[in-house]
T-cell receptor, first 115, second 113 residues
Framework: NAGVTQTPKFRILKIGQSMTLQCTQDMNHNYMYWYRQDPGMGLKLIYYSVGAGITDKGEVPNGYNVSRSTTEDFPLRLELAAPSQTSVYFC??????????????FGEGSWLTVV | GESVGLHLPTLSVQEGDNSIINCAYSNSASDYFIWYKQESGKGPQFIIDIRSNMDKRQGQRVTVLLNKTVKHLSLQIAATQPGDSAVYFCAEKRDNYGQNFVFGPGTRLSVLP
């Protein structure tokens, strides 16, 4: 059971380039999330998904896109990378059917630098 | 605006002492809270949680206290060890975000030998 797996671990992008951060979970979780974490700051929600085929914006969605074609995968797309998108990105998921006590499981993070 | 925040951005404690990390929240409708530990270069890891109908919950060496009157959450770590050095986040769950959580900025705990 690998949990939440995200790739790549590190990436340097040039301004204007595009890339996709991959995220997959093998726990059959219905909710998945993408957060970004800037230095000295808390996690900010970019996008989330309540299940395959359904995605919604979080607090800071501008400059990003997501898709959820399967339960397992939730890729995050940066179309035109900007220096403001330099951050650490965390994918996460929560299991179904636990009511209020839905603990979030996080991936190890992806360090992205835009230069 | 509504937010979750921490009183102390950094905390240094002697090994063996108890640590207390504080968190303030402003949304009285939040019904579930979690403390996370984040070690350098890793993702946040669940430590302990508490529902809004509780005042206290204990785990192994950790205790979470919830004071709904002043909207305050604290994490107590007993007999702090070097392995406890990390950044600690509190998170609140708000119903209007569905299953989504709002995280505080974090407190860095440094354990001194």
């Amino acid at each position: 059971n690998a949990g939440v797996t995200q790739t790549p671990k590190f990436r340097i992008l040039k301004i204007g380039q595009s890339m996709t951060l991959q995220c997959t979970q093998d726990m059959n979780h219905n909710y998945m999330y993408w957060y970004r974490q800037d230095p000295g700051m808390g996690l900010k929600l970019i996008y989330y998904s309540v299940g395959a085929g359904i995605t919604d914006k979080g607090e800071v969605p501008n400059g990003y896109n997501v898709s959820r074609s399967t339960t397992e995968d939730f890729p995050l797309r940066l179309e035109l990378a900007a220096p403001s998108q330099t951050s650490v990105y965390f994918c996460a998921s929560t299991p179904p059917g636990q009511g209020l006590r839905n603990t979030i499981y996080f991936g190890e993070g992806s360090w992205l630098t835009v230069v | 605006g509504e937010s979750v925040g921490l009183h102390l951005p950094t905390l240094s404690v002697q090994e063996g002492d108890n640590s207390i990390i504080n968190c303030a929240y402003s949304n009285s409708a939040s019904d579930y809270f979690i403390w996370y530990k984040q070690e350098s270069g890793k993702g946040p890891q669940f430590i302990i949680d508490i529902r809004s109908n509780m005042d206290k919950r204990q785990g192994q060496r950790v205790t979470v206290l919830l004071n709904k009157t002043v909207k305050h959450l604290s994490l107590q770590i007993a007999a702090t060890q070097p392995g406890d050095s990390a950044v600690y986040f509190c998170a609140e769950k708000r119903d209007n975000y569905g299953q989504n959580f709002v995280f505080g900025p974090g407190t860095r705990l440094s354990v001194l030998p």
